[in-house]
């Protein structure tokens, strides 16, 4: 079997890679620190951009829960308002139909005008 | 006690040498032939085996630190270009895939052969055998490494290795033979049709 050895050693022997090959590794090599570089630079731009979202998001929204339970609280004190309005118009009405000579009876049972 | 013990052989063992960044133009000036070729015979195209070769040593870029030595990066090397290679002959087993010619990168250096027709015919049929097969042969005659090399290389029983070799050799020698016969007989057909 050795003169197949001996052919394949021969058909197998080293070669040289394409002019420029080192100089393109070489290259390369260096290029993706780079890239590197620029993915940091764009991925701490979008964290700083996604924080300051949220915090307005949040901030929108807690401005917003404001005015709604200002509106609330506006709401509720008209209802109280007319509430109170009402009472006191019963009030007036009830005083102005009493009559002033009231009746009162005394110690002996006799009822006489104040 | 043991702690100590740890201490004091820490403190007496020789500093390990690692490779930093300025030592990755040297190491692929002095390895890419070993790389390109491994490469190129797996795959028998310039253009995939360059491709694959660049990829090789981007990882050895990524990794140099944890070298220790010369001969670490060459084991390195060509246990990770084999690799590489059976994975991307795998892939290009399935995708089939076609590369224009003009966009194959030309080779600096012919081959040096014997007889090239013969080189070719070889070239070929180690193309042909399966991944594994191919590896090994590849590597002991390329590379010159012996059974026990490859495989540690191809993390593999040493007697798996010695006997595909074997099985790879014959079939090597068959088919060559085969082709050999056919095209005697095809040229013995063309004198004497021309007669």
């Known amino acids: ?114 | 006690m043991a702690a100590y013990l740890v201490f004091r052989d820490r403190m007496t063992e020789p500093p390990r040498h690692t490779f930093a960044d300025k030592d990755f133009p040297g190491l692929v000036k002095q390895h890419q032939s070993l790389v390109f070729s491994l490469a190129y015979h797996f795959l028998r195209d310039a253009a995939l085996a360059e491709e694959l070769a660049q990829e090789v040593f981007m990882q050895l870029h990524r990794d140099l630190r944890s070298l220790e030595s010369e001969q670490h990066v060459e084991y390195w090397l060509r246990r990770v270009t084999t690799h590489r290679a059976i994975d991307y002959g795998r892939r290009q087993q399935r995708e089939r895939r076609l590369i224009p010619l003009e966009s194959a990168p030309e080779l600096s250096t012919p081959p040096r052969t014997g007889d090239p027709l013969l080189s070719e015919s070889l070239r070929k049929l180690v193309a042909a055998l399966p991944e594994r097969l191919r590896a090994i042969v590849i590597l002991r005659f390329q590379e010159d490494l012996d059974p026990t090399e490859i495989a540690k290389i191809l993390d593999m029983p040493v007697n798996t290795v010695k006997s595909r070799l074997h099985r790879s050799l014959e079939f090597l020698r068959r088919k060559l033979e085969r082709t050999q016969t056919a095209s005697v007989h095809a040229v013995r057909q063309g004198s004497e049709a021309q007669l």
């Open chain 1, 1 to 114: 079997m050795s003169w197949i050895e001996d052919d394949l050693r021969v058909a197998l022997q080293r070669r040289e890679p394409p002019d420029g090959f080192a100089q393109r590794v070489i290259g390369r090599a260096r290029r993706p620190r780079q890239q590197w570089r620029f993915a940091a630079i764009a991925a701490a731009i979008l964290l700083i951009f996604s924080v300051g979202l949220f915090r307005y998001r949040e901030a929108a929204a807690e401005r917003r829960n404001g005015e709604v339970a200002r509106e609330q609280l506006v709401l509720a004190i008209q209802i109280a308002a007319g509430k109170l309005e009402t009472v006191k118009y019963r009030i007036n009405s009830h005083a102005a139909e009493m009559p002033l000579d009231i009746p009162v009876r005394d110690e002996k049972g006799n009822d006489r005008q104040l």
